[in-house]
Nanobody, 113 residues
Framework: QVQLVESGGNLVQPGESLRLSCEASESIFGIWNLGWYRQVPGYQRELVASITAGGNANYVDSVKGRFVISRDNVKNKMSLQMNNLRPEDTAVYYC???????WGQGTRVTVSP
């Protein structure tokens, strides 16, 4: 099973940007649909963005126009560019195949004045 490791989380102010990275232990070419999820303590994990191997992306309404997901099937990496961050984006972010699999440690994003 491909292992995915998230990085890039940080404490930022509202309106700032962050870029999250997800690095795979081996080829992600065979993973059709990869996603970025986030979880706030006490709430269910939410799929915020996903991207197919062919590059088709989907976003939850709350991040449309602010977040951009991308993947590099050669470098075995996926990224999430997050712009105009809001306090409600504060969460632990995870990457995983949309089809299922184990969760990594995640990377924490905190948006606060």
């Amino acid at each position: 099973q491909v292992q995915l490791v998230e990085s890039g989380g940080n404490l930022v102010q509202p309106g700032e940007s962050l870029r999250l990275s997800c690095e795979a232990s081996e080829s992600i070419f065979g993973i059709w649909n990869l996603g970025w999820y986030r979880q706030v303590p006490g709430y269910q994990r939410e799929l915020v963005a996903s991207i197919t191997a062919g590059g088709n992306a989907n976003y939850v309404d709350s991040v449309k126009g602010r977040f951009v997901i991308s993947r590099d099937n050669v470098k075995n990496k996926m990224s999430l560019q997050m712009n105009n961050l809001r306090p409600e984006d504060t969460a632990v972010y995870y990457c995983r195949s949309v089809a299922g699999g184990s969760w990594g440690q995640g990377t924490r994003v905190t948006v606060s004045p």
